[in-house]
């Protein structure tokens, strides 16, 4: 797998070889509905299933939880525009898997390299919290994501995405416990690797802190490297 390989959004890796991703997905008719109301309320939003950014044969692949309101749901890319990209996008700058530490827009140039970011849920969930049924209606965008990408390293951002990524591969969730820093072997070839959803709540008090991170992406580099 490539170092060098990135995109930026729009560009065909980043969104057109987005592996089972359906751009009009309304399965879930509560996330449907809910996305009609935002759409009619902030119409300049993407308010629409939210595709992965990055390489499609990126040897790291980050799984959050679900678009925020204000980040990647009105800006169409994963943490883009809200505080839970602050410390993920900075700390992909600092360890090469992005060109620039800062993501605001979805056309401000940022590119990743050798890195995809997805969340387990692809639309936005009222008040950030989907229910077990759309977690595992969004799966199968998931497990197709995983196989077409086959990253060596999978990120889970919290047990949520943790818990999305175990039941792709159909294993048991109590044999896999989550922690910050635990690591499970999927298979020969991929590890997951967990941490805690980077959020405003963790950061501001202090679950997880910016040197907690740091320490997890130098592992993963060297995993990668």
């Not at 509560?30 to 990126?58: I, N, Q, T, W």
């Not at 530490?101 to 390299?113: N, Q």
């Amino acid at each position: 797998m490539s170092n060098a390989s990135a995109s930026g959004p729009g560009t065909e890796s980043a969104a057109g070889k987005d592996a089972g991703f359906d751009p009009h997905c309304r399965r879930c008719a509560r996330l449907a509905r809910f996305l009609d109301e935002v759409r009619a309320g902030h119409p300049g939003y993407h308010a629409a299933p939210v595709p992965s950014f990055g390489p499609a044969d990126a040897g790291l692949l980050i799984v959050g939880l679900a678009p925020g309101m204000h980040g990647a749901n009105a800006t169409g890319r994963p943490f883009t525009g809200d505080y839970a990209g602050i410390l993920l996008y900075a700390t992909l700058h600092e360890y090469g898997f992005a060109s620039a530490p800062d993501s605001e827009r979805a056309d401000d140039g940022l590119e990743l390299y050798d890195c995809r970011i997805t969340n387990a849920v692809k639309c936005l969930p009222p008040q950030n919290r989907p229910t077990t049924a759309e977690i595992r209606e969004c799966n199968g965008y998931l497990a197709t994501e995983i196989a077409a990408v086959r990253p060596r390293v999978i990120l889970a951002l919290g047990k949520v995405a943790h818990d999305a990524v175990l039941r792709t591969r159909g294993l048991a969730l109590a044999r896999h416990a989550f922690g910050h820093a635990a690591e499970h072997r999927l298979d020969d070839d991929t590890l997951l690797v967990d941490s805690y959803h980077c959020s405003r709540y963790n950061t501001q008090t202090g679950r997880l802190t910016p040197e907690m991170f740091r320490r997890l992406f130098a592992r993963i580099r060297e995993r990668i490297s």
